[in-house]
Each structure stands twice: as C-alpha cells, then as structure tokens.
C-alpha cells in the first residue's frame, strides 16, 4: 500500500528588504519635476528642519543683467508638449509591478499596442512571436497589465473588458458577470426575453443585471481623453555648446533645501530637553538624508542624460528617424547603475532637445536587434518605413512585403507582419488604397 505522507520542510530563498529610506530614494529617482515639487513641499511641513532658499536670496547673487539667463527664460517659456496620459500610467505601474526585465520587456510592447480606450489591439500570439517569448509569458504578462488602472484596461473586448471589472469588484460570478459572457449580444438587443428564459430567472433579475452592467466603463481609456491637452515642463534641458550640448536641470519650481540654522543652534543648546532634543535629531537625520537623497538622483539622471549625449548624436544632430535604440543594461554598465536603476530614472522624465520634447524612456525602446547585435528602435524603423513610402512612385506602391525586402537590402531584417503593424500604425493606407488610377 503506498503511503502518503505531509511535511513542512524548511526552503531558503533571497529577497530584498527594503528599508524606509530605500524606498523613499526610490520613490524619489522615480519622481518627475512636477511631482517631486509636491513631494518635497509635504517633506518640509512635516519636518521642521527643512527650509526652503527663499528666491530673493538667488536674486541678490544674480547680475542685474545677464544675457544668457535671459536666453534660458526665453527658451523655458516655449518647452510645453503634450503627453499621452493613459500610456504613461500604464508603464509608470509597469515599471512598480513588473517582476523581471522579461515581464517589464513584454508589458512595454503590450502597452505600445493598447489603444486610446484602454483595448489591446495585437494578438499575444503575434507580440510572443515579435519578441521571441512563450505564450504564457505574454499571458503572465497581459494579466499583469489587466490588474492595474484604469480597470478593464488591456482587454482584447469588450466583454473581457467588462468582466475584468466585475472581477475587480468580486461580482464575476454574478448574474452580470453569467450575462456578459454569453449572452452580451442578446442584451445590447435587448432581447431580454431570452436571456430570461435560459438562465431561468426572472425579468426584474435580468433588469437589474442590466442596470448594473450600464454602470460600467465599456472604454476604460475615455477618462485620460481629457488629459491629452495636459502640459508639461521637461526635467532636463539641453543646449548647444559648441560641437557639443550643454544640460540643464529644469529646477526653476523646485524648492531648494537647506538645515534650518534656528534649529541646528536649538540642537546644540544643553538646555534643550531630551525629548526635544531626540525629536530634532531624527527630523535632522531624515532631513540630510533627503537632501543627500535628491543629491543622488539628480547625478544619476545627469549621467544617464550624459550618456544619450554621446550616443545619440545623430537623433540630436539631425532629427527621431536617427534614435538608435539603448539597453538598460549597457547604460547601466556604462554609468556604474544597475538595470532597475536606470529604469526608474528613465521613467516619467522629459528632456528638451534641439527636435523637440522626448520620454527618456524613447530612447531605450525594445527595437529589433540583428544579426550583428545592433538595435533599430521601433521610432527608427516607422520613420524609414514613412519615408520610404513618401518617396515611392504613386502609381506602383510597394506592398509590404517589397518595403520588407528593401529594408532587409539594407541590412534590417524585420518580418513582414511587423511592417504591416507599424504602417497600420502610421496611418499609412495599403499600396492597393495608396495606387494612383
């Protein structure tokens, strides 16, 4: 007779502890401009050792008349862009949540691919096949996505997208969640005599049902429609300097830091009581750590922007068809960081350029890397398979398989069904549609 038997054995595993302060230099690195402003406004009036350099005193060091900061606030005043807000809540979760590079590499073409109503317009097949993934990490994946906000987000339709917030709120089991799937069709034509009679219940039921499905969302991306015309400033700017540029934190709203001197003179006073004086010295310490803390942040981001310099001289030089895609991994090599550093410093952060306002972010996207290990960036290739169809003769267009071949001839290899993608993308009608009679 075989013999079952239970037991609890001990398994070691590693994990990281993250201490207060280690997540609040995360949080920091993670912040943009606007944000961090925020952030640092709640820290000085919860710590009384925080004080801010008041901006007359900036004045009474600055000339009278200085040409070049003139030139700055001219320049300033013109650096507004508009930001694709549904998109940057997605991968601002993305990059909290995901669990490996892998999930966070696949999450990213899963967003790319969410339209402006929060639905996932490509197949899983198709992404997994694109970046060479297995199916079930791109389900993995997907679910993740489908968990974060707006709910109901990266649904393939509007039934999932329905029962995705059914599920969030624990009704998927309900008589909703039981009409959603199967009958959706039968109740957008109000049949509801059938539904009535196959489910066995009655009319008022199915009316309530029905009720309560209309009081969902059925486009998740509507309320970040809104948001399209919301501005923003970038983080970091960058200047002609010669042959080179010039970078520039754009910190013209963030307080600046410093230990208030009333409260260091109270700390030295061997008359101060020890509660107080024990209160002072933790306000004390948290306050040089944010300080150091922003210190940090803005070297790191400083030397990631140092680094798009250097590589990306012909983007700056000549315009977004020349991005050459990055690695988090070679930045991170390159600047002594690792690869979940440089992605929270990349994250939410802009950068004026002489080509206008960039998502760090642009330029580490997945890309497609050839045979000899270099890496065309997704903008790259839509931007040659834009000029390519802008110079062809309009009455012979070429079909997606001959822009195909003639990228391959010039040594990018991408697959047919990815030109497709990102010609749909890009508006571009088929060569059918494109020929001239």
Request: hydrophobic share 35%.
């Given at each position: 007779m075989l013999h079952l038997e239970t037991k609890v054995l001990p398994k070691q595993t590693q994990r990281i502890i993250l201490t207060p302060k280690m997540r609040q230099s995360i949080h920091l690195l993670q912040l943009p401009a606007i944000e961090l402003r925020t952030f640092l406004e709640h820290q000085i009036v919860e710590?009384?050792?925080?004080?801010?350099?008041e901006e007359n005193k900036i004045d009474f060091f600055r000339n009278k008349y200085n040409k070049?900061?003139?030139?700055?606030?001219?320049?300033?005043?013109n650096i507004a862009a508009k930001i694709p807000s549904l998109y940057n809540q997605l991968i601002s979760q993305l990059n909290i949540f995901s669990q490996s590079g892998l999930q966070r590499k696949i999450g990213e073409a899963i967003i790319d691919n969410i339209d402006k109503n929060g639905y996932l317009q490509a197949s899983l097949g198709e992404i997994a096949q694109e970046l060479m993934v297995s199916q079930k990490d791109a389900e993995d994946a997907l679910s993740l996505i489908q968990s974060f906000y707006p709910v109901?987000?990266?649904?393939?339709?509007?039934?999932?997208?329905?029962?995705?917030?059914?599920?969030?709120?624990?009704?998927?089991?309900?008589?909703?969640?039981?009409?959603?799937?199967?009958?959706?069709?039968?109740l957008e034509k109000k049949?509801?005599?059938?539904?009535?009679?196959?489910?066995?219940?009655?009319?008022d039921e199915v009316k309530s049902a029905f009720g309560e499905i209309s009081r969902l969302e059925p486009k998740p991306g509507r309320p970040f429609?809104?948001?399209?015309?919301?501005?923003?400033?970038?983080?970091?700017?960058?200047?002609?300097a010669g042959d080179g540029y010039r970078i520039e934190f754009n910190n013209e709203n963030i307080p600046k830091l410093y230990i208030s001197s009333y409260y260091k003179e109270l700390l030295k006073n061997r008359d101060t009581l020890a509660d107080t004086r024990e209160y002072l010295m933790n306000k004390l310490n948290q306050a040089m750590w944010l300080i150091k803390t922003l210190g940090r942040r803005q070297d790191t981001i400083r030397k990631v922007v140092e680094y798009i310099i250097k590589t990306q001289k012909d983007f700056l030089d000549n315009g977004p068809a020349f991005i050459k895609s990055l690695t988090l991994k070679e930045i991170g090599k390159a600047i002594g960081a690792s690869e979940s550093t440089i992605s929270r410093a990349v994250t939410n952060k802009y950068v004026q350029t002489p080509n206008g306002i960039f998502e760090l972010k642009t330029f580490f996207n997945n890309g497609l890397k050839q045979a000899n290990g270099e890496i065309f960036s997704n903008g790259n290739l839509k931007a040659r398979i834009k000029r390519v169809t802008n110079d062809e003769d309009a009455h012979r267009p070429l079909s997606d398989e001959a822009i195909t071949e003639m990228l391959y001839s010039e040594g990018i290899s991408i697959a047919r069904r990815t030109v497709t993608k990102y010609r749909k993308q890009l508006k571009i009608l088929s060569s059918r549609q494109r020929r001239k009679r």
């Open positions: 710590n009384p050792l925080l004080e801010i350099l070049e900061q003139e030139e700055k606030d001219s320049y300033r005043k109901g987000v990266g649904a393939r339709n509007l039934s999932e997208c329905l029962m995705l917030q059914l599920k969030r709120a624990g009704k998927h089991l309900s008589l909703a969640g039981r009409i959603i799937e199967k009958y959706l069709p039968d049949n509801l005599g059938k539904i009535t009679k196959e489910l066995g219940v009655s009319l429609e809104k948001e399209q015309g919301k501005y923003i400033i970038p983080d970091i700017l960058l200047y002609h």
